[in-house]
């Protein structure tokens, strides 16, 4: 008996060592997901970052039941208008919206706007195998039967048209360029049901590609609307989980563009100070494959030896959207560690890495245009991360670091935009790539790197109105540089009334350094340089206390009942610039705005203002035969605002708002500091 009585107790034993067992593989196989860098181990400011190149986390399936045709066949067959079955197991719905089909464009059109689609959406997001839909294409001109395409499949069709024509150089025989994309948006919404129940993966990719047009035509809460319903869509058809059995073709289509909706959400989402529609927990869906789509085919994947598998960017973009999550994460916390910071510029900077070595800006190599755009979302998201600490609730020492390690990154891409052709630019420029410069230059301003911040605004001069929102971003700098230069002038009048005058001189010299530190401290250009910053409810310091004053007039808007409404925003050059002919024109002009920046240089008495007729373009960015590299200033080494300003993260180990600080609804913050004191006093000169 006691033989049995130890031979159950081993059992009992290895019962309890093989539950062990499988709860630490559990624990093991979380872990593996998201990596935790949480290196001081707050849970207010903890935060994961996903491994570079590392799959999603895969959800648990359920195991496999035999022996259940019959009650598949059954469900299958007595669920129907009760519940739909996973979207790879539905029927074909039948399609009852049949609307007129619009004529279809020349076929010569049709051939340039897919030449300027490939060369520019494609190249990120290449969520359309281009094999097929060419073959596609010409059957329907051949036999032109575009009553036999679905509706979704036109909508999908002009979509791409309207995309193509955003990034298509203007040319005489386009005289209509602005409203070309507008009346392709048109037809491809005219081929939606707005009532429909039942999706396929051209409703997804139609919503898709009509939620970046929007964006580009700088209608950005419409493209917020639309991508809301393209994340809906393919939420219903399933493609934010990885399933299947699916075609070859059609599985990696939808991985793909399950992806773009990834990344316009999450950009969407930095740019417009809003919650992100996907949660990560709710993404499963495994990376695209590494290869262009010319090589994927119904039987498989194959690249030919010696062949360039991937051309496309969108792996690389992906690696560095999915570190968004962070980003906004940290952005909305009152108090982020230097540790947190550095970690998370760090993983940006390692994202550098997936992108080939001419992305690197220390390169000296020709760069070609197209990688500016996908290099937007790596740049864009570390100034958005060092720009959060310009908050007046923040220490001085935190936001001159702020600043200075804006203008290295405003610097590094101004040694990209040396390297490229300048003509070329602006076909392949994004709304994104344009607002990132704009920001760049703002900094580069204020921080008296006046050369820079020209190449920069010639850049914007390039893309000029082949982007909407660049004539916008324009009039804005040139109101900066008009305010930047006034605040100029008082302070180098006040550094010389505090400086004595040179041996043999009857004017005293001007201590640059000390000009550079009175103008990055005052409040006013703080929030000039913070541009869009002040247009989030959580990080806007600019309108704070305001609600509880008197309530604010409200001018009515000029645009309600404009004389030159048409038909709808997109034929609106007001709605889509933001601007009337008066504004649009009353800055005047690129040339005389380079001017401006220049006479920035000598810090005269008065704001130049020479006559409009002397003025003449700038010559574009001469890079066809690049020059060496640019050598980008160590700010981290010797501050551009004096020694005696730490960097970040030195002497203490979390960069928290000040003690006792509070804001007011001027914007500024109450701390005891002799540094404040001398600000205040300066501003009160």
Known sequence: MSSIKQVQDLEKQMERVKRENSGLRRMLQDREGPMDLDAEGGDENSFSLPAIGSEPKRRKRPAPVPELARARANVRDFSRGIWKLPAQYRERALIFFDPPRPELPARHVVDQLLHAYCNSSHSMFPIIHMPSFRSTINDLYNSNASNRMSPAWLSMFFAVLATGSLFSPPSGSQPNSFYEPAEFLEMANKMIDPWSNDFTLEHARALTLVTLCLNEMNLKSAAWGWLGRAVRVSQDIGMHVESGPWPVIEGEMRRRTWWMIYILDRTLATELSRPVLIDDDDCDVSLPAGVDDQFIHEGGMLVPTGAEPLTHSLLAVIHVV?????????????????????????????????????????????????????????????????????????????????????????????????????????????????????????????????????????????????????????????????????????????????????????????????????????????????????????????????????????????????????????????????????????????????????GLDGVPATTPTPSSATWTLPPPIKSETPGPAVELPRLGDVSRFGSEIPKLGEGSTAVSPVAGGSRTPSGSATAPTTSKERLSIANII
């Not at 740049?379 to 060092?386: I, K, S």
């Not at 704009?438 to 914007?460: E, M």
């Not at 180098?492 to 009175?518: E, T, V």
């Not at 709605?575 to 009337?580: C, F, S």
Request: glycine share 4%; hydrophobic share 40%; with cysteine.
């Open 322 to 598: 999915r570190s968004y999550s962070s980003l906004l994460t940290a952005l909305t916390t009152q108090s982020m560690s230097s540790v947190h910071l550095s970690t998370l510029d760090t993983h940006l900077k390692k994202c550098l890495n997936t992108f080939p070595p001419a992305c690197d800006p220390s390169s000296n190599v020709p760069l070609a245009p197209g990688f500016l755009a996908p290099l937007a979302y790596l740049f864009h998201a570390r100034l958005l991360l060092h720009r959060h600490h310009l908050d007046p609730v923040y220490p001085l020492e935190a936001r001159m670091a702020s600043l200075e390690s804006c203008t290295h990154i405003a610097l590094e891409t101004v040694s990209l935009l040396h390297r490229l052709n300048g003509s070329l630019l602006a076909d392949s420029a994004t709304t994104l790539l344009t607002t990132h410069i704009f920001r760049c230059a703002l900094f580069l301003l204020l921080t008296g790197y006046i050369d820079p911040a020209v190449t920069a605004v010639r850049a914007l001069a390039s893309i000029d109105r082949q982007r909407d929102i660049t004539i916008a971003c324009g009039r804005y700098l040139s109101f900066f540089v008009s305010a930047l230069a006034a605040k100029r002038v008082e302070c180098s009048n006040y550094l010389a009334r505090s400086a004595p005058p040179h041996f043999g001189s009857s004017r005293p010299s001007i201590d640059q350094a000390a000009l550079l530190q009175m103008l990055s401290r005052d409040e006013d250009l703080i929030v000039y340089v913070s541009a869009d910053l002040q247009a989030s409810n959580d990080a806007s310091w600019l309108w704070a206390g305001l609600e509880r004053e008197v309530h604010l007039h409200q001018s009515p808007s000029p645009f309600q009942h404009p004389p030159s409404a048409t038909r709808n925003e997109l034929f609106s050059p007001e709605a889509r610039t933001g601007l009337d002919e008066v504004d649009s024109k009353d800055w005047g002009g690129w040339a005389r705005l380079e001017t401006a920046i220049r």
